[in-house]
């Protein structure tokens, strides 16, 4: 139970003054549901500004505060022409403060003739005048104007102000309780960091490199130390050793052997298996590396040793793939493999569930609902986690209770991790990579084109469809948003190719219902539509052979590791297959070095480095586009630097210092609760 102290923070948005059921929807687009939330958004960066006497003083493009004297207000009688207040400074130079549209209205009413008023924003000349357009501030005469001297600049949606957020956060700070200190005393000392409240505070007041520090090393603590409690509370645990015969595996009808880093990899996972205490094993291999032929002949060790396996999908669509794959390889060995989703009802499902109950079903797939409080099981010994970073380690932990003792649990990612986070995403697994491919993995083109290819792709699509080929089509959105950049949408993108292509077309994106989702994948696996266009929810698992071309509208929109998942959906079968990055009309350097890494490289190990360094740490798996990331605070080069200083002190914490008792333990303990890492607790806690 989370600690009373605590729950002020955890209070909702709306409880902030000003904030009703209007300002909480962008507030929640922000993630900022909860007082702690608003505390922690942290801003994007600083604006400086520099007080000065007079004109004189400022240099041109230069941001400022100046006290003026307004003169004239100067209008026009078209309403396209802007609105100017003409006003001296202490010396007599004449500045123009520049409205554009209904400002206009504001500035008669903030900046009267004949009074003083201080001005903060951007000196800029116009023709032989000097002027401030829009001015971010005016401030009467004895107002706090040297308090502007540096604000902070948050991350908004529409709908909110910088005032409004500074506002919010004000009140937010006001709550923050004083916490006792959860971070060793030698360590404070030695970086000079200030407690917990006050670092908060300072974080959002000026650009202050030892409160961020501090904010970032308590979130990074607080990930290891639980992650180190999950460790050692697995440890403990009694599980099933598992040791197979091989009559199984032996049968297998595979098409071609297996590599030596998935023989690697199965020896590793077969000597877990045998061990009392229960595995808990990352399996992190590239795009097409193999990982389902490994974790079928882990569950066949399972089934082997008299046990069930379970396979968990993040996704129906993938569920089903991989449910189809296991049940193509499995069933002529003899061992009986279904499928349970939150779709299944009736006999099905009654069928389903009886067959595990009593022992008939060896291996089933399916999404979280296998782990429903209604799904029993006679004797479930291994769990499989198909891309494992879209399930939070207290997902993982839930899995504990299904089995008569802890399950074995094999996680899986397609989306190699650059080393210096795995400590981070997944500091309590042990760690298997599948490093190479299978033979027959053709390498696949890559090709970047501007958007006044776009017809000439549209016919190369055709050519391709007509000789009887599949492709994908991918947008960043589902339909057409209003806002200042046209962002491509499926929804048009599928309208205007059907136009063309008629029912060749189908669509599929997260917003679907999963019946019309599952039955436009199905036209597509079985090749009765030749054309899938999709947003990211066809990012992993994917697996159509006959499918050779990958077409990613605005690719500069995605991250590497995103593009790379994208890319990897082709080049499954014999044929060649290409990818192609259709850009936008502008590119920043950092999405022209992304599209460039794109072109020469098809290493997701490499390109996990590259988009962790052009993109930070806190956007990690394609994260802030699509998925999860452990960090919200800690930026890339926090992560690099402080995350190996708290896995030590977790570890100190645990191993010397009594862990979650005593004074310091206790401290500890809300640090838990306070970034939501309370799993750690509770782990202790089941025992």
């Not at 962008?26 to 958004?41: E, S």
């Not at 595990?356 to 010994?381: K, M």
């Not at 077309?505 to 054309?531: I, N």
Request: overall charge negative; some cysteine.
């Amino acid at each position: 139970m989370r600690p009373d102290a605590l729950n002020p923070l955890f209070a909702e948005t709306e409880t902030l003054e000003g904030v009703g059921p209007k300002l909480k929807k962008p507030l929640a687009r922000l993630g900022l549901t909860r007082v702690r939330d608003v505390a922690y958004h942290l801003p994007d960066r600083f604006v400086t500004r520099r007080a000065v006497g007079n004109l004189d003083e400022a240099g041109e493009g230069e941001t400022i505060i100046v006290r003026l004297l307004v003169t004239e207000h100067r209008g026009s009688r078209s309403p396209r022409a802007p609105f100017r207040v003409l006003a001296q400074d202490a010396i007599g130079n004449v500045l123009a403060l520049t409205y554009f549209g209904k400002a206009s209205y504001t500035a008669r009413k903030q900046l009267p003739v004949g009074e003083a008023r201080w001005v903060t924003g951007k000196l800029e000349r116009y023709g032989d005048m000097l002027q401030i357009v829009h001015p971010d501030h005016v401030i009467e005469e004895g107002g706090d104007a040297m308090g502007q001297l540096c604000e902070p600049v948050y991350g908004l949606s529409e709908g909110l102000t910088q005032p409004k957020v500074a506002a919010l956060v004000k009140q937010a700070l006001e709550r923050c309780p004083e916490l006792p200190e959860w971070i060793d005393a030698g360590l404070v000392e030695r970086e000079g960091w200030p407690a917990w409240r006050a670092a908060l505070s300072a974080a959002h007041k000026a650009p202050d490199k030892a409160a961020r520090d501090r904010l970032a090393y308590d979130e990074l603590f607080a990930n290891s130390l639980a992650l180190m409690l999950v460790r050692v509370d697995n440890r403990r645990r009694q599980g099933q050793a598992l040791a197979g015969d091989g009559r199984y595996r032996d049968r297998l009808d595979l098409p071609f052997g297996l590599t030596g880093a998935q023989q690697r990899s199965i020896a590793e996972i077969e000597g877990d298996l045998a061990q009392d205490s229960p595995m808990l094993r990352l399996l992190q291999g590239d795009v097409g590396a193999g990982k389902t032929l490994v974790a079928l002949h882990a569950m066949l060790i399972a089934v082997e040793a008299g046990a069930q396996a379970a396979m968990l999908a993040p996704t129906e669509i993938l569920a089903r793939q991989h449910y189809e794959s296991l049940r193509r390889l499995a069933e002529p060995i003899g061992v009986r493999v279904a499928i349970l989703t939150g779709r299944d009802k009736g006999r099905a499902r009654e069928a389903t569930l009886m067959g595990l109950l009593d022992g008939s079903i060896d291996i089933v797939v399916g999404t979280h609902a296998i782990f429903q409080d209604t799904v029993a099981y006679r004797n479930l010994a291994l769990v499989v986690i198909d891309e494992q970073h879209r399930f939070g380690v207290g997902q993982r932990l839930m899995l504990a209770s299904k089995g008569k003792r802890a399950p074995h649990i094999l996680a899986m990612t397609a989306t190699p991790i650059p080393r210096t986070l795995m400590l981070a995403q997944y500091g309590e697994l042990d760690v298997s990579q599948l490093d190479e491919l299978p033979p027959g993995r053709q390498p696949i083109e890559t090709v970047v084109m501007g958007p006044d290819k776009l017809a000439s792709l549209v016919d190369r699509l055709a050519a391709q469809i007509a000789e009887g080929r599949q492709a994908y089509w991918v947008c960043p959105m589902v339909r057409e948003v209003d806002g200042p950049e046209e962002i491509a949408a499926a929804e048009a993108r599928y309208a205007s190719l059907k136009d063309r292509f008629g029912d060749d077309v189908v669509l599929v994106h997260g917003q679907l219902s999963p019946e019309v989702k599952d039955a436009a994948m199905e036209r597509f696996v079985s090749g009765a539509a030749k054309l899938l266009i999709a947003t990211t929810v066809i990012e992993v698992g994917v697996d159509v052979p006959n499918a050779t071309l990958m077409i990613i509208e605005q690719a500069e929109r995605f991250g590497l590791a995103q593009l790379h998942q994208l890319r990897g959906r082709v080049g499954r079968g014999s044929e060649k297959s290409v990818c192609v990055l259709l850009r936008g009309e502008t590119l920043s350097e950092t999405a022209r070095e992304r599209l460039a890494l794109m072109r020469q490289s098809q290493d997701g190990f490499l390109l996990a480095e590259e988009d962790l360094r052009l993109r930070g740490g806190g956007e990690l798996l394609g994260t802030r586009q699509s998925g999860d990331s452990p960090y919200a605070i800690a930026d890339f080069e926090q992560i690099s630097t402080l995350l190996p200083k708290a896995h030590d002190h977790a570890r100190l914490l645990i191993e010397r210092d009594g862990g979650l008792e005593g004074a310091r333990g206790e401290a500890a303990r809300l640090l838990l609760y306070l970034f939501e890492r309370d799993y750690g607790v509770r782990t202790l806690r089941g025992g």
